[in-house]
C-alpha cells in the first residue's frame, strides 16, 4: 500500500526526535535536565484542578462546535481587561490553539497557497501547513538583533500571487522576541497593501519583560477584516494537558466559514472547557507571580549562556525560551553527544536543536534553543552541566 504525499512530506518534530536519546539515557540511570520542551512546571491553579475532581455530571455529553457558551462569554470578559472588546460570535473554542492555527489556514487558503512565517518559527507550524496543504514562505530573523521583525521590504519580497496571509507568534515560539505596537502596524499596512491575513499566535501573551506592554493584533485599527487571534490557557495557566485554545476574528464570514469545520470535528471537550472557565477569574496577583519567576529563570540562563566565549544571544523580551548561536557547526550533533557520552554525577542535560525551527535549508545548525521551564535549583544545574558538557565537546572535536 503507497501512503499519501501528505503523510510522507509532513514533519516529524525536530523537539521531540531525540527523545529516543534521553530515553536510554535514562535507562542507564542518568538525570536528564529537560529543557527542550515547553511544558512549564509551575502548578496548574487550583481553580482548574478541582473542577476535575469535583465533576459529577452523570454524562459526560457533546457541546455546542463553536465551544460552551458560558466560557465563550467568559472569554469575552477576559479579552475586556486586556482592552479587546468582542462579542461571543467573534470567539470559536478549539482543541488548543493547534486546531485554531489549523482552522486558519483551511478557512483562509486554497491547497498549494504560501504563508509567509518569521522564521525560526514554532515547528510545528510545519506539520498544520502540511496538513491544509499549504507552503510557508521562510522570512529570516537573525539572532544577532535579537530576531526583531525584518524591514518593510524584506517581508514584501516573500509576497508572491499565491500569498494569502502572514503567520506568527508575538511573544515569539522559539526566539522570545515581542513585536510591538509599530512592528503589528507596519504588518497590517502590508497586510491592507496587499490583501492578506495576519494570523497572530498570541498564546504567550502574559509572558512579556522589562516593563513592556503585549499588543494583540486586534488592538491594530481598521483591520477587522484581516486579523486572525489564535490563542491557548497551556503555557497560561501551565495547562498543556487541557487542550484548549481559541480562534478570534471580528470577520464574521471568516467565523461563520470557521464554523463548519468546527462542526465537522463536532466540539472542543467539555470538561476541559469547564476547568479553562474556572480560571478566567483568577486574580492578577497570579500572573504576577509567575511572571516574576519566569523573569528570574530567564536572567539564569541568559547570565550562563553569557559566561560562554564565543555565543550569540539577544536577551529574549518575552515567552519562556531562548535561541543560543554556539561557537559549533553542529548543534544537533552535541545535543545527541550530551544524551549519549556525558554526563557530570549521572546528570546531563536536553535541549531541542534550532535547525528544526527554520524553514530555510542549512540555517539554524549552530543553534539551540533552550526552555527555561524548571525551577530554580534545577535550572541552575541544568545551565551548569549545558556549560561543562559544551567545553567538553569543543575539546573533543
Known sequence: MELSKRAIDIQASPIRKLAPYADEAKAKGIHVYHLNIGQPDIETPKEIMDVYKHFDEKVLSYGPSQG????????????????MPLKTD??????????????????????????????????????????AGVHIK?????AEDGFALPSN?????????????????????????????????????????????????????????????HTSILHINEIEDHAIMVD???????????????????????????????QARLCPPTIDQLAANAAVDIEDAYFIDVLQEYDKRRNIVYN???????????????????????????AEDFAKWMLEEFSDNN?????????????TPGLGRNEVRLAYILNENALKRAMFLFRKGL????EKK
Do not use: W
Open 304 to 330: 550562563e549562556i553569557q559566561q560562554i566565549e564565543g555565543v550569540v544571544c539577544v536577551k529574549p523580551e518575552g515567552a519562556f525560551y531562548i535561541i543560543v548561536k554556539l561557537p559549533i557547526d553542529d
Open 153 to 213: 521590504e524584506k517581508i514584501i519580497e516573500c509576497i508572491t500571487d499565491k500569498t494569502k496571509a502572514i503567520l506568527f507568534s508575538n511573544p515569539g515560539n522559539p526566539t522570545g522576541a515581542v513585536y510591538l505596537k509599530n512592528d503589528l502596524e507596519r504588518l497590517a499596512d502590508i497586510a491592507l497593501k496587499h490583501n492578506l491575513y495576519l494570523i497572530s499566535d498570541e498564546v504567550y501573551r502574559e509572558f512579556v519583560y522589562d516593563g513592556l506592554s
Open 347 to 359: 546528570e546531563t542535560v536536553m535541549f531541542a536543536p534550532a535547525e528544526g525551527f527554520y524553514a
Open 391 to 394: 567545553q567538553e565537546y569543543m
Open 90 to 131: 467573534d470567539i470559536i473554542v478549539t482543541t488548543a490553539g493547534s486546531e485554531a492555527i489549523i482552522f486558519a489556514l483551511l478557512a483562509t487558503c486554497n491547497a498549494g497557497d504560501e504563508v509567509i512565517v518569521p522564521e525560526p518559527f514554532y515547528t510545528n507550524y510545519n506539520g498544520f501547513a502540511s496538513i
Open 232 to 262: 491557548s490557557i497551556s503555557k497560561r495557566y501551565s495547562a498543556c494537558g487541557a487542550r484548549i485554545g481559541c480562534i478570534i476574528s471580528r470577520d464574521r464570514v471568516l467565523m461563520q466559514a470557521i464554523l463548519k469545520f468546527a
Open 138 to 142: 521562510p522570512l529570516t530573523t537573525y
Open 68 to 83: 460552551l457558551l458560558k466560557y465563550r462569554q467568559s472569554l469575552v470578559r477576559y479579552y475586556e481587561k486586556h482592552n
